[in-house]
């Protein structure tokens, strides 16, 4: 039984803290070795982010977060009336 327990900690992915920065419209979401997943949040547009990706085990997306150019979400992005 302590093998077992032993194997579930240490077999265990290391947490990392992850941070939309919500001045930036996309993100760059990468799978890593041990399935560590990081997310880049830094790019102006899904094409820059594409460059970056290109290659890699990678993806790009919106950022959930953004703020948008007034500061913050319309209501239209979050799928509210306008």
């Known amino acids: 039984m302590i093998l077992v327990g032993a194997t579930t900690l240490f077999g ?3 947490a990392t ?3 939309y920065d919500p001045r930036f419209p996309v993100c ?3 799978w890593h070795e041990r399935g560590l997943i ?3 949040c830094s790019y102006h547009s899904i094409d820059e982010c594409r460059v970056t990706a290109s290659g ?3 993806m790009c997306q919106e950022n959930p ?3 948008g150019p007034s500061g913050r979400n319309s209501r239209r992005r979050q799928g ?3």
Do not use: I, K
Request: glycine share 4%; charged share 15%; hydrophobic share 40%.
């Open 12 to 14: 265990a992915v290391p």
């Open 17 to 19: 803290a992850q941070r």
């Open 28 to 30: 760059l979401q990468r």
């Open 38 to 40: 990081t997310f880049d």
């Open 56 to 58: 890699l085990s990678a």
């Open 65 to 67: 977060y953004w703020q």
């Open 80 to 82: 509210g009336p306008s």
